[in-house]
């Protein structure tokens, strides 16, 4: 299994706080990604990094911020929490082979935001 | 702008038949395809990829995917399904030179003994 934690795994928190979720992996890949899922959406891509200090937004992006200070770890944060962030969110890494990319997850952080 | 969709929720399966799960992709150039799956609580894992080449392709716990370009089609099959095959499946279209990931809504799948 590719080397990939997050932390915390269960969070509650209160609409308004500032919440901060951790994505660590010990693979070296170039690429990590954050992403929520929710019940018939799937996986909705919020932020990714493509190099340390390198994110873009993806399509859920509002509300959240990223940071990528060094290659191993990759930082979400919701400002100011709200009750339709309460969801699961999951990290992955890739290292794009060629022109295609595999995508490796880690365990999940389940938020809840009350 | 590339999407996947998997019409199907839910399906429910017994136990020893076999299995077929939909997905269908909207992409403009030859698609990078996969499917994941995910168990309760748990992140997702790789079943199978398919990039270019053999139409047919294997994967892991005895899973197999066929890539239909006519049909714009990427259907997931088991000949005999297992009461751990229980879990959600999520189909996926990677970009073509890039590095993002459109991911189908899933399939969860309910095997009955």
């Known amino acids: 299994d590719a080397g990939i934690t997050q932390s915390p795994r269960h969070k509650v928190t209160e609409t308004g706080t500032p919440v901060t979720l951790r994505c660590h992996q010990t693979e070296n890949h170039r690429y990590m990604y954050w992403y929520r899922q929710d019940p018939g959406h799937g996986l909705r891509l919020i932020h990714y990094?493509?190099?340390?200090?390198?994110?873009d937004k993806g399509e859920v992006s509002d509300g959240y911020s990223v940071s990528r200070s060094k290659t191993e770890d990759f930082l979400l944060t919701l400002e100011s929490a709200t009750s339709s962030q309460t969801s699961v969110y999951f990290c992955a890494i890739s290292a794009p082979s060629g022109l295609y990319n595999e995508q490796f997850f880690g365990p999940g952080t389940r938020l809840t935001v009350l | 702008a590339q999407s996947v969709t998997q019409p199907d929720i839910h399906i429910t399966v017994s136990e020893g038949a076999s299995l077929e799960l939909r997905c269908n992709y909207s992409?403009?150039?030859?698609?990078?395809l996969f499917w994941y799956v995910q168990s309760p609580g748990q992140g997702l894992q790789l079943l199978l990829k398919y990039f270019s080449g053999d139409t047919l392709v294997q994967g892991i716990k005895g899973f197999e995917a066929e890539f239909k370009r006519s049909q714009s089609s990427f259907n997931l099959r088991k000949p005999s399904v297992h009461w751990s095959d229980a879990a959600e499946y999520f189909c996926?279209?990677?970009?073509?030179?890039?590095?993002?990931?459109?991911f189908g809504a899933g399939t969860r799948l309910f095997v009955k003994a």
């Open positions: 992409y403009g150039a030859t698609p990078y």
């Open positions: 990094s493509y190099g340390v200090k390198d994110t």
């Open positions: 996926a279209v990677g970009e073509t030179g890039g590095f993002k990931t459109i």
